[in-house]
């Protein structure tokens, strides 16, 4: 089953954008169109010969590292090619001369020492027992704060059943079949002890309606509910967040739904079996 797009509300925004902000955008469509699909496969699949390893940077805080001249250079440079970015931090990685970046409404991204360079993707270094993603922990702890800061009120929360012993973030779509199959599974989710903190990711310019419209319920729950089962939602008109959860998940790289996140911001894939996701989230 393919799995749909952001496509429609990339390019929808993209007049709105920077150059930058579209010319990050459009690699993130060219690495959508490539076959990100949304069966259990290949969205869940955590299996992998590269291991995740804990950057140069403080695990609980990435800016704590943050490189000031990197960020002036960058900066500098970005306005030079006529690009108006905030960068936030600038922070060293495992790669000699290489820092990890955060901005404002970007992906985060590499560069070099002196600014000079953007690079997306993973860096992989090699000669240890395993290959390693040096970037991993700084791309959780990018998420861990960042999904942090999103304010339960702006969430549809199914709390766990006795004692909760994890939360999970979901970025869901009403509208996708992996997502309601998730959500069948609510009972024996919550029941594992696990808490779904739901944020609204529509996958297309035609799910956006239907996920305001769950926003704007006045019970959102059985709103969700509802329309997780197929039901045409309508609600009036309200200011609500689901753009900013859909920029939320461009900025933490979701490509489709579900995208699930745990507190720590590490993200264990889409769907997963109720048993499985406790196994993931560590809640056995």
């Given at each position: ?8 509300t990339?390019?929808?925004n993209?007049l709105s ?7 990050m955008m459009s690699?993130?469509?060219v690495?959508i169109?490539a076959?990100?699909?949304n069966?259990a496969?290949?969205?869940?699949s955590?299996t992998s010969?590269?291991?995740a ?10 800016s ?6 990197v960020?002036?250079?960058?900066q500098?440079n970005l306005?030079s090619s006529?690009i108006?970015e905030?960068i936030v931090?600038a922070?060293?990685?495992?790669m000699d001369g290489i820092y990890?970046?955060?901005?404002e ?9 002196a600014?000079k360079h953007?690079i997306?993707g993973?860096?992989?270094?090699v000669?240890?027992?395993?290959p390693v993603d ?7 702890t ?9 304010d ?10 006795g004692?909760?012993k ?5 970025f869901t779509?009403?509208d996708?079949?992996?997502?309601r199959?998730l ?6 989710i ?5 808490e ?9 310019q035609?799910?956006v ?5 769950i926003?704007c319920?006045q019970?959102?729950?059985a709103?969700m509910?509802q ?5 045409n939602i309508?609600a009036?008109?309200c200011?609500n967040p689901v ?9 933490l790289g ?10 720590t911001?590490?993200q ?5 079996p109720a ?8 809640a056995?």
């Amino acid at each position: 089953m393919p799995f749909p797009t952001i496509k429609n509300t990339i390019l929808r925004n993209a007049l709105s954008r920077t150059i930058l902000s579209r010319f990050m955008m459009s690699a993130l469509l060219v690495g959508i169109a490539a076959g990100c699909s949304n069966n259990a496969a290949d969205a869940t699949s955590n299996t992998s010969v590269v291991n995740a390893a804990q950057t140069n940077a403080t695990a609980t805080n990435p800016s704590a590292g943050n490189d000031a001249a990197v960020v002036k250079a960058l900066q500098a440079n970005l306005k030079s090619s006529g690009i108006e970015e905030t960068i936030v931090s600038a922070v060293p990685t495992d790669m000699d001369g290489i820092y990890w970046v955060t901005a404002e409404g970007l992906p985060s991204f590499f560069t070099d020492k002196a600014g000079k360079h953007i690079i997306q993707g993973q860096i992989i270094a090699v000669g240890g027992a395993a290959p390693v993603d040096i970037s991993a922990d700084l791309v959780a702890t990018t998420a861990q704060e960042a999904l942090k800061a999103v304010d339960k009120k702006d969430m549809v929360i199914y709390p766990a059943k006795g004692k909760t012993k994890a939360v999970i973030y979901a970025f869901t779509d009403a509208d996708c079949g992996y997502c309601r199959k998730l959500h069948s599974e609510m009972d024996d989710i919550n029941a594992r002890g696990i808490e779904v903190r739901y944020l609204a990711w529509p996958r297309s310019q035609e799910s956006v309606p239907k996920m305001e419209a769950i926003w704007c319920s006045q019970d959102r729950k059985a709103a969700m509910d509802q329309a997780k089962i197929g039901a045409n939602i309508q609600a009036p008109s309200c200011a609500n967040p689901v753009q900013e959860h859909m920029a939320l998940g461009s900025r933490l790289g979701v490509r489709g739904t579900p995208a699930v996140f745990t507190e720590t911001g590490q993200q264990v894939g889409g769907y997963l079996p109720a048993a499985e996701l406790a196994q993931a989230v560590g809640a056995n």
